[in-house]
């Protein structure tokens, strides 16, 4: 990545686990991203001391890769969503609400936070003038300024702090195309369905209400398949992935006890 020559119109790459074109509520917290370069660039800082997640407190659907799923199935629902069922922890029952995000624009350290939050300020982007991949920055994040926190530049070069964020993304990159080839096997062999999430007032009688609907890999669909088809599942380690999505969905629980504390709090402030 060649930052120095880096241009100013990119456009954002798919990077963010598929992030842009399926879940615009994870996209939407970037508000001006640009090509890092020293030259316009080189006196920036980041400090993540500001209150570090604010700016994902609109994001209820975070995706994430096949090796977020172990730890990502221990704090959050892990659905498909869209055409291309790009797998995402659900941060919040109603969209545009993280219930993840206290006050202090933190998260509590017993959750797992997804890549694509921890990557922020950063993405990558392709350059639509050459075969090439380049680093980004949102200078509209409220944590990018000249006076405090880690530089990105040093003596006009990329600093450690921007080469580790320059790696992680790289990671992500590579995570993003085994993500893929697990999604296309799963579409392959025709494995999802839309499942429904109920709730009933404790001590009511009467219908559950539905909270809301969601991709989900069928347990009836899995449990048809032929013996070798499974074999494969096994050897290609998607069986664990496959079990780490099922177990996730006992979250649905959680989440919505923390959605409704959390639409609560808000009607009391309105109050």
Not at 138 to 147: I, K
Request: proline share 5%; charged share 25%; glycine share 8%.
């Amino acid at each position: 990545m060649d930052l120095a020559a880096a241009p100013a119109d990119v456009e954002p790459s798919v990077s963010p686990a598929a992030a842009a074109s399926e879940t615009p509520t994870a996209r939407g917290f970037y508000r001006s991203l640009e090509a890092l370069a020293p030259s316009k660039h080189g006196a920036l800082k980041i400090d993540r001391s500001r209150a570090a997640f604010d700016f994902a407190r609109g994001v209820n659907l975070a995706p994430i890769s096949v090796g977020e799923f172990g730890q990502a199935a221990l704090s959050y629902p892990i659905v498909f969503v869209g055409e291309a069922k790009v797998p995402c922890a659900v941060m919040g029952l109603r969209r545009g609400v993280n219930a993840f995000i206290n006050a202090d624009g933190a998260i509590d350290a017993a959750h797992y936070i997804p890549a694509t939050l921890r990557q922020y300020p950063f993405a990558l982007a392709k350059d639509p003038d050459a075969e090439r991949i380049v680093l980004c920055v949102d200078r509209g994040a409220d944590m990018v300024n000249e006076t405090t926190g880690v530089a990105l530049f040093e003596g006009g070069e990329p600093s450690s702090f921007t080469e580790e964020a320059m790696k992680f993304l790289r990671g992500m990159e590579r995570q993003r195309a085994e993500t893929e080839a697990f999604i296309k096997t799963l579409i392959e062999l025709d494995l999802f369905e839309t499942k429904e999430l109920k709730m009933m007032k404790r001590g009511e009688p009467g219908e559950a209400r539905v909270l809301t609907t969601y991709d989900a890999i069928s347990e009836t669909k899995l449990a048809a398949l032929a013996a070798d088809t499974l074999g494969s599942l096994v050897t290609r380690k998607y069986m664990f992935l496959i079990g780490a999505h099922q177990v996730s969905l006992f979250n649905w629980n959680r989440l919505t006890m923390l959605s409704l504390q959390e639409a609560e709090g808000q009607e009391r402030l309105a109050g």
